[in-house]
């Protein structure tokens, strides 16, 4: 992600506008970020968490922190988030003004009709997020279960899938590191999916193993 370097100031107006004042206070630092610092002269840049944080909050880990506030932002109506030449990109929905001379982005126009529909599903996200715990909650449920089962059988005791995931850094970070860096994030990324995916193929093994013991019960006469 690059940005033109272009003198962009905050007016009273600017401040006044519903898009800024609806969002939740939290994520107001990160949306005067990406007014002066993280998108270009329009408002617009690659939505790239690792890159936004460091524009924003160099030198901290805060790429987590942007994913949220990005979300939050974009329910507020600050922001529109879209997907152009097999990319997703960020526009604001009030750019600060600038001269019209260096206005220009090099980023593709988000669609007019994107904005439109995503004005009028406000609330998505929030709704994605209550969903997400509501199925965390199933989850932890699933994993309580699991664990009274364990505790009362006289197996051995199955191998941590974590002794086996891939690192969480980069090869220079090998045990990760706080501050940002983006093969790192990459390969956090590739060591959570790696997760995932084991133990939903553990989750569905057992399902199979399940169903194969409900189906010999079946079978038995009476």
Same mark, same amino acid.
């Given at each position: 992600m690059s940005t033109r370097s272009v003198q962009r100031r905050i007016s009273a107006e600017d401040m006044r506008w519903p898009g800024y004042l609806r969002a939740?206070?939290?994520?107001?630092?990160?949306?005067?970020?990406?007014?002066?610092?993280a998108t270009d002269p329009l408002g617009?840049?690659?939505?790239?968490?690792?890159?936004?944080a460091a524009a924003i909050?160099?030198?901290?880990?805060?790429?987590?922190?942007?994913?949220?506030?990005l979300l939050m932002l974009a329910d507020s109506g600050f922001l529109t988030i879209?997907? !152009? &030449?097999?990319?997703?990109?960020?526009?604001? *929905? #009030? @750019? /600060?003004?600038? +001269? %019209?001379?260096?206005?220009?982005?090099?980023a593709p126009e988000p669609p007019r009709e994107h904005s439109r529909a995503f004005a009028a599903v406000g609330g998505a996200?929030?709704?994605?997020?209550?969903?997400?715990?509501?199925?965390g909650a199933e989850r932890a449920g699933e994993w309580a279960s699991w664990?009274? !089962? &364990?505790?009362?059988?006289?197996?051995?005791? *199955? #191998? @941590? /899938?974590?002794? +086996? %995931?891939?690192?969480?850094?980069?090869?220079?970070?090998?045990?990760?590191?706080?501050?940002?860096?983006?093969?790192c994030g990459t390969y956090r990324r590739r060591h959570d999916r790696?997760?995932?995916?084991?133990r939903y193929t553990q989750q569905v093994t057992e399902w199979e193993q399940s169903q194969q013991t409900e189906?010999?019960?079946?079978d038995e006469p009476f």
């Open positions: 939740p206070h939290d994520a107001k630092p990160t949306a005067v970020g990406l007014w002066t610092t617009r840049c690659e939505l790239v968490p690792e890159l936004i909050y160099p030198g901290q880990a805060a790429t987590d922190l942007v994913v949220d506030h879209y997907q !152009e &030449q097999g990319s997703e990109w960020i526009a604001l *929905r #009030r @750019p /600060l003004r600038v +001269d %019209a001379r260096l206005a220009s982005s090099n996200g929030e709704r994605a997020r209550a969903r997400v715990r509501a199925e664990e009274r !089962e &364990q505790e009362t059988r006289q197996s051995p005791p *199955r #191998r @941590p /899938l974590l002794l +086996d %995931a891939p690192p969480i850094g980069c090869p220079d970070h090998p045990s990760g590191r706080r501050e940002d860096c983006g093969p790696w997760l995932a995916q084991e189906e010999v019960w079946d």
